[in-house]
């Protein structure tokens, strides 16, 4: 990561954000500091944030930032090394053995007394545990990539703990051992590793501990704003900040679940293909399906939305 | 400006947020990335560095916006004046030239050589304000102050200045160290309280005690929980294991004979826990259920029951309500009656007798003061010979287990274990236990 190139990126926390503007995602100056703290101290980041704030998106973009793949892990319950890091190709090993076993004589041809055999075996050169028969899974691929990567490891909090413990060497030393073959280093450019969490579950303080903590909360009103005019950049400056004002005041009230940057962004776009130039009651009332995503959450609303509108107006209207 | 980035963090962790050693290196390596200039920019790298969870992020902002205070020294009065004469003093100079950074400077210096960081108490204040003050030759400034005393008008209205100088620096440095009081000592006496609390008689303990009880059998259920779901592991059946089954087939040439599974044990423990909550045990039966459920990720499967004439299942409320509700509506519906250890065992036996099996633990929490009524060992014989263990928590000391009406002789030959719980420290080893034994 630090060619040339990039160093121009990275080159002060305001570039960061810039950068990541210019690729349409727009943030305050923590998410810029997080970025270029984990860029030069070669730090992992920790993502956390209520659903829906743009975690995932934050990696993404970044990728596209730097210019790097993007290798994702997703995180599932039961999720194990075998998926995660690597997997021996057992086909392939079988028919190993089968080639072995009738090379063997000419291999073993003349010995004397099976001391000898045993020695010659040894000679031979055994490859069953070796590269070749190695099947990368996306830790082990972000490791061997040449020209660095983005690695997001998704929704860590969905693993298992065992699986957190696997990921500690990885992050603190960017290595990960394989006992067959030993220990595989990053190639000279380090992946930039990124994990999202949910908090559904609390994330072990070891792993916390080799992170940047980055919590993203939801954002305030002129940064949403910020935020839809980069993603829907046709939607009219009126509408966009009475969308925003209204999204604002649902997430005060009371709900199952409160809508996220994803679903303003979303109602914004649907409201573009309506044709909507200013928001009204009605038009909030059949829309709303798209904000919120529980019955009981419309409903709640459905009553206030009279009175929500009004308050979304711009005051001189 | 390192020193003062450790005492920072030192001030962090009595703020109850954790720092570890590899963060503060962190901290370190990024703080000579980003320099000291900008305020916002550090306070922003140390956001991402040290603290780690939203809750000790607030307490990060707290702590920051008081360590960092911006609050300038203000000195203007010096300067207007500007007596003729100069001071010979070295603080004099100092005050004169209204220099505020060298003179904030200082007295951090001085701070620093009088360890103003280890204040531990509220009365220390005016100690630690004189012992700076000295440390800034304030012993230099008195004495030229009162020679300029009997000089000339000039040098007279140069000692005015510098002593309304002195009281406002005498001002600020209190202003200091209060600020160092606040960030580095035990202020509120939480830690003492805590230690306290740990060891005290539960029923003893004050209504208004109760949040921070509340708070420490949170923190102890978590920490066992992360000791136990390290140890659990996570399998699943059905699953061929290719690569033990291709090792342990090694010597059969290849061939697959023996097939390896990644093999599932789950022994998740039951517990039944069976609370009297009449008057006097009822404060135990509070903290005990808010321990059990606290650890619901690792005990998952906790069925609770309360009695005092009768028994009933409270399992329910448990899962409807929040933990608070729960207890409160238990203690409501089950407590006030005369103690019936008999009946209770018969209710018990008709609701889950069934269910019980090697794998469960009952605990019974109660002092065993039937009211000289039958005791009715039989059943808690069944009980015991059904159950992997039965655990008799008794919150009475050992001496007067046999004492008055009690019945723990009749009871304890069918308890794999009796013991004394009247404290968290009590209920915290008893978990600990319950915990392992999951394992």
New interface residues.
């Given amino acids: 990561m630090n060619s040339p190139a990039h160093t121009e990126l990275v080159h002060s926390i305001e570039n960061v954000v810039d950068a990541l503007r210019m690729e349409g995602y727009v943030c305050d100056e923590h998410v810029g500091t997080a970025v270029y703290l984990a860029h030069h101290l070669n730090k992992p980041v920790l993502v956390e944030g209520p659903p829906g704030v743009g975690k995932t998106e934050l990696a993404k973009t970044a990728a596209a930032m730097f210019k790097l793949p993007l290798i994702r892990l997703q995180c599932y319950e039961g999720l194990d090394e075998a998926k995660a890091i690597y997997e021996w190709k057992y086909g392939k090993q079988l028919l190993y053995t089968q080639v072995l076993k009738e090379t063997l004589e000419d291999v073993l041809q003349g010995a004397k007394g099976l001391a000898d055999s045993v020695r010659r075996l040894h000679e031979f050169g055994d490859i069953f545990f070796s590269e070749e028969f190695l099947e990368p899974r996306p830790l082990l691929k972000a490791l061997r990539e040449e020209a660095g990567c983005v690695l997001l490891i998704d929704e860590v909090d969905k693993s298992d703990q065992e699986f957190e413990s696997l990921l500690l060497e990885l992050l603190s030393d960017f290595q990960i051992s394989i006992p067959e073959i030993g220990t595989v280093k990053a190639r000279s450019v380090l992946p930039m590793v990124f994990l999202t969490s949910n908090n559904t579950r609390e994330i072990s303080d070891a792993l916390k501990r080799r992170c940047l903590h980055l919590y993203i909360p939801f954002p305030d009103a002129s940064l949403e704003n910020r935020i839809v005019e980069a993603r829907v950049p046709e939607v009219l400056p009126s509408l966009r900040s009475q969308l925003v004002t209204f999204i604002q005041a649902l997430r005060d009230m009371d709900l199952k679940k409160v809508p996220a940057i994803s679903e303003t962004i979303d109602w914004a776009r649907t409201l573009l293909i309506l044709h909507a130039d200013r928001l009204d009651a009605d038009l909030v009332r059949d829309t709303l399906s798209v904000v919120l995503k529980f019955q009981e959450d419309i409903e709640t609303v459905g009553a206030e939305v009279p009175s929500l509108v009004r308050r979304s107006l711009p005051d001189d209207a | 400006m390192e020193q003062t980035l450790i005492s920072f963090i030192s001030a962090l962790r009595n703020a109850d947020v ?1 720092v ?1 050693p ?2 503060t290196l ?1 901290a370190f ?2 703080t000579n ?2 320099g000291y200039a900008e305020r ?2 550090l306070k ?2 140390l ?3 040290l ?4 809750d000790e ?1 607030e307490r990060f902002d707290q702590c920051f916006d008081r360590f960092f205070d911006v609050e300038a020294i203000d000195s203007n009065t010096a300067a207007d004046e500007a007596p003729s004469a100069s001071a010979s003093s070295d603080l004099g100079a100092m005050l004169q030239s209204g220099d505020d950074a060298a003179l904030s400077l200082a007295m951090a210096e001085a701070g620093r050589e009088t360890g103003v960081s280890s204040i531990q108490l509220f009365t220390q204040r005016g100690l630690f304000t004189r012992r700076i003050m000295e440390r800034m030759g304030l012993g230099d400034l008195n004495a030229e102050i009162a020679a300029l005393r009997d000089g000339s008008l000039a040098d007279l209205e140069l000692a005015q200045s510098l002593s309304a100088a002195r009281d406002r620096l005498r001002g600020q440095v209190r202003d200091y160290v209060e600020r160092e009081f606040l960030l580095h000592a035990d202020h509120d006496g939480r830690r003492l309280r805590e230690e306290v609390l740990r060891r005290v008689k539960l029923s003893n303990v004050d209504r208004r005690n109760f949040r921070h009880l509340k708070a420490i059998v949170l923190r102890m259920a ?1 920490k066992l929980e ?1 000791l136990a ?2 140890k ?3 399998f ?1 059946r059905g699953h061929l294991h ?2 033990s089954t ?1 090792r342990s087939n090694m010597s059969y ?2 061939a697959l004979f023996e097939l390896e599974w990644k093999s599932k044990k789950i022994n998740r423990p039951k517990v039944f826990a069976v609370c009297d909550v009449s008057g006097s045990v009822a404060s135990y039966a509070r903290f005990m259920l808010l321990f059990l459920y606290s650890l619901e ?1 690792v005990v998952p499967r906790v069925r609770a029951f309360a009695f005092s004439s009768h028994l009933g299942e409270v399992t329910g409320w448990f899962e409807e309500h929040d933990l608070e509700e729960a207890i409160t509506r238990t203690l409501k519906a089950f407590s006030g009656g005369s103690t019936d250890y008999g009946q209770a065992f018969e209710d018990l036996h008709d609701l889950c007798l069934d269910e019980v099996d090697h794998r469960s633990t009952v605990i019974i929490l109660g002092d065993a003061r039937n009211n000289y009524g039958d005791p009715r060992k039989t059943l808690l014989h069944t009980l015991y010979e059904r159950a992997g263990r039965v655990i008799w928590l008794n919150p009475e000391p050992r001496s007067s287990w046999f004492a008055g009406d009690a019945e723990m002789r009749a009871y304890l030959p069918y308890c794999h274990q009796a013991r004394v719980c009247n404290s968290l420290e009590h209920l915290e080893r008893l978990m600990t236990d319950l915990v392992k034994l999951g394992r």
């Fill in positions: 954790r570890s590899a963060e962190d390596a990024a990335l980003i916002d920019t922003r790298a956001w991402l560095t603290p780690k969870t939203p992020k978590k992360t779901s390290r659990r592991k996570v699943r290719v690569p291709l040439d290849g990720a």
